[in-house]
């Protein structure tokens, strides 16, 4: 069974940093793409970063560029998002998704909140 678990979300003052981690089991992960994604209600979900499978041409949404990271540890099956510079509209539930050769897999969501 595949599972992917998020964590790291929290609350954080603007200008501030977090660190999300997505941990998967049940499937290859060395060999899945990872990508973060984010929602904020009433919108669609976005695609914030993506990884390939090799963990090079890392893509990242232009609203985050310089301030977020995403690597991977395929030692570890885990895939991180280091998010500085926080700003107020990064506020938003971060999902990882894991994309395989045998399907695609959403975690459970953690919350992220930038407020003073």
Do not use: H
């Amino acid at each position: 069974q595949v599972q992917l678990v998020e964590s790291g979300g929290g609350l954080v003052q603007p200008g501030g940093s977090l660190r999300l981690s997505c941990a998967g089991n049940g499937f290859t992960f060395s060999r899945a793409n990872m990508k973060w994604y984010r929602q904020v209600p009433g919108m669609e979900r976005e695609l914030v970063a993506y990884i390939p499978s090799a963990g090079s041409d890392t893509i990242y949404a232009d609203s985050v560029k310089g301030r977020f990271t995403i690597s991977r540890d395929n030692v570890k099956n885990t895939v991180y998002l280091q998010m500085y510079s926080l700003k107020p509209d990064d506020t938003a539930v971060y999902y990882c998704r894991a994309v395989t050769t045998t399907g695609a897999y959403w975690g459970q969501g953690t919350q992220v909140t930038v407020s003073s």
